[in-house]
């Protein structure tokens, strides 16, 4: 099969440091041409791919200097892929907003994956004008906010299987936090658990921009209060894997409608529990007494420490194996394309084709 996977711009795939999309665009990217198919992979220039790779900017727009706006690139990007179209039996697209309107003058089967929250009121209109594109969730309940729409599966996120090795022992006598600092992703309760626990706690975390006033303003006073907190920053492939599996458990205290939640699963491959809240999809994502704790909380989540070592690590990283490998979720996606292609999902009209064009028109 001839696919194309369109990817954002503003990391690297896979990304240096933080960046889930992107991430998961490169594992099953590199799947599916393990698997046999032939793609091509539309992405940032200094991208690394056994696929064929079209360089749509030169470097990651994020860790560019010299980027101001990484709209102009990405509306490049889908004239590369406007142009290329032809070529392939399948589009699959990770761009969130963007290339809907060109979708109707493709001519091709396109699916996009939903990698973000649907609880935004704003929402609601663009997801119902284009309600007849084929979209893939990545949790069932990522899609409660919106129903109707044309859903044609849902694929959970998968790693490759030897990416993050299992520890079997957590040795380090710390729990962790990993991710964004944001408040929906709740460092400062990761704090609170720690300072009630007395445990050690170890934050590897990203600070965006929009995110720096939190940061200044809430966390990094309570990492100063707190002798047994200790700030990483940022952590590459290599650093997680020691970070994460060396952990007694990783904590995941959200407070937003989670679409899926990848540091769950990155460590389970590690065999390292999750105490995360019960939040979006965490239930679906996580099976409770068995690879962690999914809690209401902090008091739930305080008394869940006291109970890791309840837990078996052998068997979280086989539900790991089982549920969440980069081979499955690439299975996922092929039987999704097969079914494009065997015309199962409806098809976004072609008679919309001109009016998607004069959108794309006037956009340039």
């Known amino acids: 099969m001839k696919i194309a996977q369109v990817a954002p711009l503003f990391e690297r795939v896979p990304p240096k440091l933080y960046g889930g999309t992107e991430r998961v665009v490169s594992y099953l990217t590199e799947e599916l041409v393990r698997a046999g198919h032939d793609v091509t992979l539309f992405a940032s220039g200094d991208s690394i791919t056994a696929a064929e790779l079209v360089p749509c900017s030169e470097t990651a ?4 200097p010299e980027v101001r706006d990484g709209f102009p690139y990405h509306v490049l990007m889908l004239e590369k892929v406007l142009q290329r179209a032809d070529e392939f039996d399948v589009l699959h697209f990770h761009t969130e907003l963007l290339h809907f309107p060109l979708i109707r003058a493709l001519g091709h089967p396109a699916v996009t994956t939903l990698h973000g929250r649907l609880d935004q009121p704003d929402l609601v209109p663009f997801y119902t004008t284009f309600r ?15 129903p109707g729409l044309n859903w044609a599966g849902t694929v959970h996120h998968g790693l490759p299987a030897d990416l993050l090795p299992f520890n079997a022992h957590g040795d380090g006598g710390y729990l962790a936090f990993l991710g964004r600092i944001s408040p929906e992703k709740g460092p400062d309760l990761a704090i609170r658990i720690a300072a009630e626990t ?9 600070i965006a921009d929009e995110d720096r006033p939190y940061w200044e303003t809430v966390v990094e006073p309570l990492v100063r209060a707190h002798p047994n907190v200790e700030f990483i920053g940022e952590v590459s492939e290599e650093q997680k894997a020691d970070f994460v599996g060396r952990a007694r458990a990783v904590l995941f205290p959200i407070s ?3 679409p899926f939640g990848l540091v769950m699963i990155e460590a389970m491959a590690c065999g390292t529990p999750v105490i ?4 979006g999809a965490v239930a679906e994502v996580m099976e409770h007494g068995v690879t962690g704790f999914v809690v209401e909380t902090v008091e739930e989540a305080v008394e869940a ?21 980069a081979e499955r979720m690439a299975q996922g996606y092929v039987s999704v394309y097969r079914d494009l292609l065997d015309g199962r999902e409806r098809q976004i009209r072609p008679a919309d084709a001109d009016a ?7 956009r340039r």
């Open 305 to 325: 420490v006291g109970k890791l070592d309840r837990l078996d690590r052998r068997a979280i990283r086989r539900t790991f194996e089982r549920r969440f490998t």
């Open 356 to 362: 998607a064009l004069r959108v794309v028109a006037f």
């Open 256 to 258: 937003w409608r989670e």
């Open 198 to 206: 007395g445990q050690p706690l170890k934050i590897a975390a990203k």
């Open 61 to 64: 727009l994020r860790l560019n």
């Open 276 to 279: 995360a809240f019960q939040r």
């Open 132 to 146: 007849d594109a084929p979209l893939v969730s990545i949790s069932d309940n990522q899609r409660d906010p919106i």
